[in-house]
């Protein structure tokens, strides 16, 4: 049965979704940014690819998990769901990358740019649901 207060506007997760959402550009911004710098002094575009993802991940890992999603359980049993969460994004993204531009022949610039809000929308979900979960109605459930 859906209680009175579960409809009220400061329950959706609006803000959260904006919280995330800033989170991820400035880390996905900076990140690009340190990826052009990089790879201008010659280091090797997936090596560089490789080691900005992981350390934009653990950004993005403290920035969401303080930040957007304001969670206080224990952090060590998030970083590892957030951690599954990542692989199976980058799952998804390559899949669609896969389907739509080597079995397709759409354009990879444009699929790729469909498949960040693809792959965020899904981080979004699996965050919110799974990895970030409140942990307020827990005594309810009992």
């Not at 506007?9 to 990140?31: E, H, M, T």
Request: include cysteine; proline fraction near 2%.
């Amino acid at each position: 049965m859906i209680k009175p207060d579960s409809l009220k506007v400061s329950n959706l997760p609006i803000k959260q979704l904006l919280r995330y959402a800033i989170v991820g550009v400035v880390s996905n911004l900076s990140g690009y940014c340190a990826y052009l710098v990089i790879t201008f002094f010659g280091v090797d575009p997936k090596l560089a690819m490789t080691f900005l993802y992981a350390i934009g991940a653990a950004v993005g890992f403290f920035g969401n998990r303080t930040w957007a999603f304001s969670h206080r359980g224990e952090w060590w049993r998030a970083a590892a769901g957030y951690a599954v969460a990542h692989v199976f994004g980058y799952l998804l993204n390559l899949t669609i990358l896969y389907v739509f531009v080597d079995k397709l022949g759409y354009r990879h610039q444009i699929v790729q740019g469909i498949a960040i809000f693809v792959v965020a929308g899904y981080l979004f979900l699996a965050f919110k649901l799974v990895v970030f979960r409140a942990t307020e109605n827990k005594q309810e459930l009992s």
